[in-house]
């Protein structure tokens, strides 16, 4: 099972709107509706933003949205804040060996 | 509110032995499934082992089978993990995570395992 595939980077001035796409297959994110996004600054642990998709868990910002399309999910941030400026992996389960995979990380630059 | 402590990285030489460890609090330890999961900057995020909230059931990745043990102990409300037979591909930063609603909503702060000559 392969790494889900991320953009490297991508960047966005504050305020605005931007988007991470996370590409599966048919056996992961096409299969099952269990899509996660995470949120890593520097030196610290992951925090979860969205779990199945696109619910979000208490306590994290509504500027945070999920979405997927086929074997495509996708985070929105919204109103782009210096914060954001993080490294973002999304995770889908597969139901086989390994139980879960995850994407190859992107690094979110607010400008 | 949540808490998960891990301990026991450390620097140890191919072929060697580490038993990491991960205290937690705030929640009903015994009721939740739990992860070892581990990043390098080179391979990303791996999710490596799975240890029913019973411990009845487990699961480790092909990378780590025959040479990795996870054990929980929900007395004591603890989490480890056996590492023998270390190689350098398994140098990480190692992560006790809770997993929650097919997701992994609390993470430790991390404990690094250096394995090298």
């Known amino acids: 099972q392969s790494a889900l595939t991320q953009p490297a980077s991508v960047s966005g001035s504050p305020g605005q709107s931007i988007t991470v796409s996370c590409t599966g297959t048919s056996s992961d994110i096409g299969r099952y509706e269990y899509v996660s996004w995470y949120q890593q600054h520097p030196g610290k642990a992951p925090k979860v933003l969205i779990n199945e998709v696109n619910n979000r868990p208490s306590g994290v910002s509504n500027r945070f949205s999920g979405s997927k399309s086929g074997n495509t999910a996708s985070l929105t941030i919204s109103g782009l804040q210096a914060d954001d400026d993080a490294d973002y992996y999304c995770c889908s389960y597969t139901g086989i060996s390994p139980h879960y995979v995850f994407g190859t990380g992107t690094k979110v630059t607010v400008l | 509110q949540v808490q998960l402590v891990e301990s026991g990285g450390g620097l140890v030489k191919p072929g060697g032995s580490l038993r990491l460890s991960c205290a937690a609090s705030?929640?009903?330890?015994?009721?939740?499934?739990m992860t070892w999961i581990r990043q390098t900057p080179g391979k990303g995020l791996e999710y490596v082992s799975y240890i029913s909230s019973s411990g009845n059931a487990v699961y480790y990745a092909d990378s780590v089978k025959g040479r990795f043990t996870i054990s929980r102990d929900n007395a004591k409300n603890s989490l480890f993990l056996q590492m023998n037979s270390l190689r350098a591909e398994d140098t990480a930063v190692y992560y006790c995570v809770r997993e929650s609603r097919t997701s992994f909503d609390f993470w430790g702060q991390g404990t690094l395992v250096t394995v090298s000559s």
């Open positions: 705030g929640f009903s330890f015994s009721g939740y499934f």
